[in-house]
T-cell receptor, first 114, second 112 residues
Framework: ETGVTQSPTHLIKTRGQQVTLRCSSQ?????VSWYQQALGQGPQFIFQ???????GRGNFPPRFSGLQFPNYSSELNVNALELDDSALYLC?????????????FGSGTRLTVV | QKEVEQNSGPLSVPEGAIASLNCTYS??????FFWYRQYSGKSPELIMS????GDKEDGRFTAQLNKASQYVSLLIRDSQPSDSATYLC????????????FGTGTRLTIIP
């Protein structure tokens, strides 16, 4: 059973640019959640996708958007990057939205905005 | 008031002693509670989950939950230097999108 994989592992972007982060969910999992973890903080919920539809969103502006594909892999897109977007971006998958167990995160993408 | 609160630490514990980590939460409808361990530069790793009042033990780890007091704790017995990490408490309400709400984490250092 393969786990959650994220790419790229590290990324440096310039303020104002756009970035796409990718997540391959664990085999058989149809729900993907994205989190942002700034330095010294706990992860913050960005949004969740269930069967290709957005299923809940945290307190993030519209320039954070996402997609989920038929194979349940997912993308996180961030437009008009700001310095405060520098963070570790985490993806987690689960079998169903109502799964009661804890999420297993991927290894994350470290985004630095300069 | 923050939804999930933890002491940021650092918490220093001698090797072999018991490390006690605490977490309080504000949402009374919370149903699922998790402890994650995060090493510097790595992603969080799930180490314990607890869903009902009382204690749950797994090896050297014990999670304790008191829903009336809205309090969750993690005990690490026989602390090892490899336990040095940041420990994140996470809470889920089991409604809607099942999002996790995290505390800011407690940095634990085990002193050899």
């Amino acid at each position: 059973e393969t786990g959650v994989t994220q790419s790229p592992t590290h990324l440096i972007k310039t303020r104002g640019q756009q970035v796409t982060l990718r997540c391959s969910s664990q085999s058989g999992h149809n729900t993907v959640s994205w989190y942002q973890q700034a330095l010294g903080q706990g992860p913050q919920f960005i949004f969740q996708y269930y069967r290709e539809e957005e299923n809940g969103r945290g307190n993030f502006p519209p320039r954070f958007s996402g997609l989920q594909f038929p194979n349940y892999s997912s993308e996180l897109n961030v437009n008009a990057l700001e310095l405060d977007d520098s963070a570790l971006y985490l993806c987690a998958s689960s079998l169903e939205v109502t799964a009661s167990y804890g999420y297993t995160f991927g290894s994350g993408t470290r985004l630095t905005v300069v | 008031q923050k939804e999930v609160e933890q002491n940021s630490g650092p918490l220093s514990v001698p090797e072999g002693a018991i490390a006690s980590l605490n977490c309080t939460y504000s949402d009374r409808v919370s149903q699922s509670f998790f402890w994650y361990r995060q090493y510097s530069g790595k992603s969080p790793e799930l180490i314990m989950s607890i869903y009902s009042n009382g204690d749950k033990e797994d090896g050297r780890f014990t999670a304790q939950l008191n829903k009336a007091s809205q309090y969750v704790s993690l005990l690490i017995r026989d602390s090892q230097p490899s336990d040095s990490a940041t420990y994140l408490c996470a809470v889920r309400s089991n409604f809607g999108n099942e999002k996790l709400t995290f505390g800011t984490g407690t940095r634990l250092t085990i002193i050899p």
